[in-house]
């Protein structure tokens, strides 16, 4: 069976049930109808008893399905309020550790391209400097050589 199939038959079971309660509804209606015929005044009492019987269940209806509705939803609405305030806190910190990590980030980077530059500084010196020292030490050894 699939989920159409089983959807169709449930509303087709639903509408068995409520036919049958509307023929119940109307039949009676039809009843009371041709009994506050044959007695007015009967008729009117039960009529206005009943008003006067429900009125106050229909009251209470109300008001449980209204107090629920507002409990449930003050709940849900503080609960997303504590929530994004929940995340706006969260994120504040975030940004505000990623603001740090980048800074963090770039003085590290910074260090390492100074120490790279000043690395390549001393070994050019010390470069230039050996081959100063190499050719003098060449000199030397060729003036000591000769007579």
Not at 7 to 32: M, P, S, W
Not at 42 to 59: E, R, S, T
Request: aromatic share 20%; net charge neutral; hydrophobic share 55%.
């Amino acid at each position: 069976m699939t989920q159409e199939h089983l959807i169709k038959n449930l509303g087709d079971e639903i509408k068995v049930k409520t036919g049958r309660f509307i023929n119940h509804a109307e039949q009676c209606f039809h009843k009371y109808q041709a009994f506050a015929k044959d007695y007015p005044f009967i008729g009117l009492f039960i009529a206005i008893f009943f008003i006067f019987a429900i009125l106050p269940v229909l009251c209470f209806v109300v008001f449980s399905l209204f107090t629920t509705f507002v409990t449930l939803g003050g709940a849900i609405g503080i609960g997303l309020f504590l929530w994004l305030l929940f995340l706006s806190i969260y994120g504040f910190f975030l940004l505000i550790s990623l603001v740090c990590i980048f800074f963090i980030t770039c003085t590290v980077f910074f260090w390492i391209a100074l120490a790279a530059l000043i690395g390549r500084i001393i070994f050019k010196y010390i470069d230039e400097h050996n081959q100063t020292s190499e050719s003098f030490d060449n000199h030397e050894t060729v003036n000591a050589i000769k007579p």
